[in-house]
């Protein structure tokens, strides 16, 4: 950039330009989005990004917004892609009479980024812990270096109630599987680092917490999604699984959606609500 240390204010934060990196900083305010609120701050190398791009924006404003390289953000891995847009960290919405500054900084951003394409490890730090949230059937914590789910008596299946509270050394993960609460069937599910079947169900998942109205919102359960998995993939490469390479069985995906039918048919689950998650469950085959 030209001067380090020039900075650009928008709506709900603002970007500290270096001359490796953009420190975003997230205001504090009713109207900010509680997930910024959440990470406070966050310091981006410039190699975490391979774009950026300034458009038109709703009532007045324009967006810059910066493009991270796939696999460099633990936060944007965890989510992998089920943040709404107005819950991007990367989004800057500024006044439109900013354009010209900011189009002159997007100038100034795309002529010092130089890398492209996926990241071999992650670039932007995880959020810090000790992290803890309430899910539905338990209370999820994180202390840098274990997972633990205690389960509560109101919401925990029998199967889980059997198991008993958890305890998940980051050793012995491979990776996580986040679900938006703001989704049918939110949930938080561990994987293990060798890849064993769990059961298609979260909540008959001990490795899993699920997520219901008012529990585990995206402000709590994203960042501890993120954390743990930031810890996992520092063990190395190696030991990392991700969601997409997992596949269920054909009878647990026939069951799932089976059930779904019946929620359909009872009327707790809209049309649009019936096709998309069907069509996610066949997905999954």
């Known amino acids: ?34 997930l910024f609120q959440a990470l406070g701050e966050r310091r981006v190398p410039l190699t975490a990004l391979q774009g950026v791009s300034l458009s038109p924006g709703r009532r007045g404003t324009v967006v810059l ?11 944007l891995e965890a989510a992998d892609g089920q943040l709404k847009e107005h819950g991007d960290p990367y989004r800057l919405v500024l006044p439109a009479e900013k354009e010209t500054l ?10 010092l980024l130089t ?3 996926p990241a071999d490890r992650f670039l932007v730090a995880g959020p810090a812990g000790p992290l803890s949230f ?5 209370k999820a914590s994180f202390d840098g270096t274990t997972v633990r789910f205690r389960w509560f008596w109101t919401g925990a299946s029998s199967a889980k109630w059997k198991a008993g509270d958890q305890s998940f050394p980051v ?10 609460p703001e989704l049918f069937e939110g ?27 008012g529990y585990g919102p995206v402000h709590e359960s994203l960042p501890f ?19 997409a390479h997992r596949r269920r069985d054909p009878a647990d995906i026939a069951e799932r959606i089976r059930h779904l039918g019946e929620l359909h048919q009872a009327g707790l689950v809209t049309d649009e609500e019936f096709s998309v998650k069907k069509a996610e469950l066949l997905a999954e085959l």
């Open 1 to 34: 950039m030209s001067r380090m240390g020039d900075v650009l204010a928008g709506f709900h934060a603002a970007w500290e330009f270096e001359s490796d990196s953009v420190l975003i900083r997230y205001e504090r305010g009713i109207r900010t989005p509680k």
């Open 65 to 75: 917004r910066a493009e991270v390289r796939p696999g460099a953000d633990p936060l």
């Open 102 to 111: 900011a189009e002159y900084y997007a100038d100034e951003l795309r002529a």
């Open 115 to 117: 890398e492209s394409g």
């Open 134 to 138: 309430k899910a539905y059937d338990g």
């Open 171 to 180: 050793a012995e993960l491979g990776g996580v599987e986040w679900r938006s």
């Open 187 to 213: 949930y938080l599910r561990l994987l293990r680092w060798d890849g064993a079947d769990q059961p298609a169900q979260a909540d008959q998942d001990p490795a899993a917490v699920v997520f219901g109205l």
């Open 225 to 243: 999604a993120a954390a743990v998995l930031d810890a996992v993939r520092a063990r190395g490469p190696m030991a990392a699984v991700t969601a």
